[in-house]
């Protein structure tokens, strides 16, 4: 198990950018796939970037393809998620969850998670 905390959300003007961070916990944290995932109110939650234990395989939903980068400081223990050219549908709670070993797009295959931490991009 790892427990995992996620910063850097915040308010900011549509073009914008923001930068994520999520904190694991412990030693195994470097043998823990990390995913970003976001729940817009009244919507379900959808998968957003994964990133592999190395941190050199990474995968990205469509909608933020070309416009978010996902990476991971493995001597830190942390996974970032830069958020370039926001949008005001980018607007959510946004989770990090860590895998034990393997990537998913599935959040239902993800056994930890943090609390979140509020997007909201306006007009």
């Known amino acids: 198990q790892v427990q995992l905390v996620e910063s850097g959300g915040g308010l900011v003007q549509a073009g914008g950018s923001l930068r994520l961070s999520c904190a694991g916990s412990?030693?195994?944290?470097?043998?823990?796939?990390v995913g970003w995932f976001r729940q817009a109110p009244g919507k379900e939650r959808e998968f957003v970037s994964v990133?592999?234990?190395?941190?050199?395989?990474?995968h990205y939903a469509g909608a933020v393809e070309g416009r978010f980068t996902i990476s991971r400081d493995l001597a830190k223990n942390k996974v970032f998620l830069q958020m370039n050219n926001l949008r005001v549908e980018d607007t959510a709670v946004y989770y990090c969850?860590?895998?034990?070993?393997?990537?998913?797009?599935?959040?239902?295959?993800?056994?930890?998670w943090g609390r979140g931490t509020q997007v909201t991009v306006s007009a």
């Open positions: 412990g030693r195994t944290f470097v043998n823990y796939a």
């Open positions: 990133i592999d234990l190395s941190g050199r395989a990474r």
């Open positions: 969850a860590a895998r034990y070993r393997y990537t998913s797009t599935d959040a239902h295959e993800y056994t930890n």
